[in-house]
């Protein structure tokens, strides 16, 4: 049982540090669009092409994230990856943790 133990307790830590890595990713993409940097500096060009997808989904599903020109899709994001990390991590966790008899 411990393997199982170790297997969900590795998935859930993999996915709490990738998560954690794209909400700094979504935080920086948000601070550079207030400054509006060139459109072809290939960093700018990769963080928009990981977080733009994302968000235009939540637009399109929740329309009502435009108000006003300003766009909110990225705060819905954060927040749904909120939820993920303390539902789905945290019970990953306690999984591992029940199936190793701790």
Do not use: C, H, K
């Not at 998935?11 to 400054?35: D, E, G, K």
């Not at 989904?57 to 749904?80: E, H, Q």
């Amino acid at each position: 049982m411990f393997i199982i133990n170790n297997f969900l307790q590795a998935i859930a830590q993999i996915l709490n540090t990738v998560l954690s890595i794209y909400v700094w990713i979504i935080i920086i993409s948000v601070i550079l669009s207030w400054v509006n940097p060139d459109p072809y500096n290939p960093i700018v060009r990769v963080l928009r092409n990981m977080t733009e997808p994302v968000f235009e989904r939540v637009r399109r599903w929740l329309p009502f994230t435009v108000i006003g020109g300003l766009d909110l899709s990225p705060i819905v994001v954060l927040l749904l990856i909120m939820f993920v990390r303390a539902f789905l991590v945290q019970s990953l966790y306690q999984v591992g943790m029940q199936l190793s008899g701790v």
